[in-house]
């Protein structure tokens, strides 16, 4: 199965900055790369996803990027607003599951 | 409309007890599962139900007992509840096996507390 390492465990950024959080994968077959929010008391939902024959997938304030030769994707948001604060999940592919893990607790203070 | 819905969203209880979640979705998935959050927000598979077949089991307790009586139905029954048991679950559903399939949809979680 696959294992992802996930950068860092918490990110505080003011209001307005950018964050970026790092997911770093062992499996080279590995060919999808999502990425899941999941704001307080509320459920998890994916946010942007991105498959291995692309490099890089924007959604307004949100991107991802892969980079399959080293092996990691990252997550990027630009102009970080207070709704960003969430924990942010890059689930790795286990018995073709989503298997979750820690996430990255994200705060974005005003 | 609800695409995914569990209940009941808390539930307290003593240690000892037995206790069921229900789950439902109306989204048509052949998928759906169960996790469980600690309170470091370490969110865990537990279960997955492909058509009403088990396809994965982690390393959960024998006390935790799944059933899918058909595809859009996933309950979760736990015997002898102890104080570890204390979480919050979620139910998913996904379109099929295939992880790359178009993203898990999460139910709204249920807040289980043993006391």
């Known amino acids: 199965g696959e294992n992802v390492e996930q950068h860092p465990s918490t990110l505080s950024v003011q209001e307005g900055d950018s964050a970026v959080i790092k997911c770093t994968y062992s499996?080279?077959?590995?060919?999808?790369f999502p990425w899941y929010k999941q704001e307080l008391g509320k459920r998890p939902q994916l946010i942007i996803d991105?498959?291995?024959?692309?490099g890089e997938k924007k959604d307004q304030r949100i991107a991802v990027t892969l980079n399959k030769t080293a092996k990691h994707f990252s997550l990027h948001i630009t102009e970080t607003q207070p709704e960003d604060s969430a924990v942010y999940f890059c689930?790795?592919?286990?018995?073709?599951?989503?298997?979750f893990g820690k996430g990255t607790m994200l705060l974005v203070s005003p | 409309d609800t695409a995914v819905s569990q209940t009941p969203k808390y539930l307290v209880t003593q240690m000892g007890n037995d206790k069921s979640i229900k789950c439902e979705q109306n989204?048509?998935?052949?998928?759906m599962y169960w996790y469980k959050q600690d309170s470091k927000k370490f969110l865990k598979i537990m279960f997955s139900?492909?058509?009403?077949?088990?396809?994965i089991n982690e390393t959960v307790p024998n006390r935790f007992s799944p059933k899918s009586p058909d595809k859009a139905h996933l309950n979760l029954h736990i015997n002898s509840l102890e104080l570890g048991d204390s979480a919050v679950y979620f139910c998913?559903?996904?379109?099929?096996?295939?992880?790359?399939?178009?993203?898990?949809?999460f139910g709204s979680g249920t807040r289980l507390t043993v006391v």
């Open positions: 998913a559903s996904s379109q099929d096996r295939r992880a790359t399939s178009y993203g898990y949809t």
């Open positions: 499996d080279s077959a590995s060919n999808y």
């Open positions: 991105i498959r291995s024959n692309v």
């Open positions: 689930p790795p592919v286990r018995y073709s599951t989503l298997t």
């Open positions: 989204l048509g998935h052949d998928t």
């Open positions: 139900y492909n058509n009403k077949e088990l396809i």
